[in-house]
């Protein structure tokens, strides 16, 4: 079947084991203690076993492995065709490293979720008090993202990491980290754009206005720069960047959902606690302004969405920090929080994972070859068969 709940369980009892470790280290703390080292070393042993292990999930596998198979090892450079390159050549660059050294696409994939891993745990470690709740925002609202998104995973978790340096007005650093970040996916110029953003304090007119005209606009599918994007991609032909914008044109409009209601939700309760955010250190009021442009891409460019998914995912891991910072000051009603995102979560797993493009496999019990999720896929997905598809989606 091409969907089925039972595609859900193994996401379900990884959710369950990651929420146990989180509840144990949040009672932990709430006796006066910090968070222990041994629920980092559980939490990220798990993931790299449960995701870095991973066989061919979700979709972008079926363009990202026989590209892998194409790339030459570094003594071998020479007869390569560059010009065949599709991916940035910084992304390019770090898999052909990685390749001469470890040539199996497994390892590749392991390598990639360490990596990201370790950039995400010194992050929470450094900027947070609950550790595990931010770790399980981590592996609730991005895991989906560092399956599909290798190259785009990368560029955000450099961009998170450079935060530290707009926190110490080090615009310098924070270029360059950037500038990195741009030579492993292109959607990472908007953070060249966005530091002087990052600094600003918004008022309270400001915030409820900005909130009541994203939540019009996504509700009625305002269509306000439809306009101005048709008239770039008739007028502009610039290859991807003109494919990119028929697509988007003519993607479907977002409907209200779950996702809605629970967006809505964590604009109030984060708004009602912005002072508490922004007061715990600059980097709350720099993640919080972070989480405003999440809400500002997904909300204001609803009529297009791949374009609003897209970008609103750039800012996205702003939840593994103000949801957490946020709880930290919460006196009451603690166990309420618990149980509401408890709950979100896991109809979240349930419902997310039921195609059978999730199918869940693990080189440790056994993997399906190439060939044989291809079948899976097309059966799931029959536009997957469209090259132009795999570079816009990509």
């Known amino acids: 079947m091409a969907i089925s709940l039972s595609y859900s369980i193994p996401y379900i009892f990884a959710f369950l084991f990651i929420f146990t470790i989180t509840a144990r280290?949040?009672?932990w703390i709430s006796h006066g203690n910090s968070s222990n080292i041994k629920v980092r070393i559980i939490l990220i042993s798990f993931y790299l076993f449960f995701i870095g292990c991973r066989g061919f999930l979700h979709t972008d596998w079926v363009v990202y492995y026989p590209e892998f198979q194409k790339l030459p090892v570094l003594w071998n450079l020479?007869?390569?065709q560059f010009s065949d390159m599709v991916w940035e050549p910084g992304f390019s660059l770090y898999s052909i490293i990685i390749k001469s050294f470890f040539?199996?696409?497994?390892?590749?994939?392991?390598?990639g979720t360490l990596?990201?891993?370790?950039?995400?745990?010194y992050l929470l470690k450094n900027n947070l008090k609950y550790y595990a709740l931010g770790f399980i925002f981590f592996y609730s609202f991005f895991t989906m993202y560092e399956i599909n998104l290798l190259r785009n995973s990368k560029a955000i978790m450099l961009f998170f990491l450079s935060l530290?340096?707009?926190?110490r007005n080090s615009y310098g650093r924070y270029l360059l980290i950037n500038l990195i970040g741009l030579t492993f996916h292109t959607s990472a110029l908007i953070y060249l754009c966005i530091y002087p953003i990052l600094k600003i304090h918004f008022n309270r007119t400001f915030l409820i206005s900005f909130f009541l005209v994203g939540v019009t606009v996504f509700i009625l599918q305002i269509q306000w720069c439809s306009g101005i994007l048709s008239f770039i991609g008739e007028n502009l032909k610039i290859g991807r960047m003109w494919l990119l914008l028929r697509y988007i044109e003519h993607s479907e409009s977002s409907i209200l959902s779950i996702g809605f209601i629970e967006r809505t939700f964590t604009f109030i309760f984060l708004f009602w606690n912005r002072n508490k955010i922004e007061n715990h250190s600059r980097f709350g009021h720099i993640i919080y302004n972070c989480y405003?442009?999440?809400?500002?891409?997904?909300f204001y460019f609803s009529e297009f969405g791949v374009f609003s998914d897209r970008?609103?995912?750039l800012f996205i891991l702003s939840y593994c920090f103000v949801y957490p910072i946020a709880f930290q000051y919460t006196k009451k009603n603690k166990l309420i929080f618990i149980f509401i995102m408890f709950i979100y979560m896991f109809l979240k797993e349930l419902i997310g994972n039921r195609d059978i493009l999730n199918k869940y496999?693990?080189?440790?019990?056994?993997?399906?070859?190439?060939?044989e999720r291809m079948k899976d896929a097309f059966k799931s997905k029959p536009y997957l068969q469209d090259r132009y598809y795999y570079q816009l989606y990509n």
Do not use: C, K, R
């Not at 496999?361 to 060939?371: D, K, L, Q």
């Open 25 to 27: 280290d949040i009672q």
């Open 78 to 80: 020479g007869n390569y």
């Open 103 to 111: 040539p199996s696409y497994y390892a590749w994939v392991f390598i």
């Open 115 to 121: 990596i990201d891993i370790l950039i995400i745990d």
């Open 164 to 167: 530290q340096y707009a926190e």
């Open 292 to 298: 405003l442009l999440y809400f500002f891409f997904y």
């Open 311 to 313: 970008f609103s995912t």
């Open 361 to 371: 496999s693990n080189i440790f019990f056994g993997v399906e070859s190439y060939e």
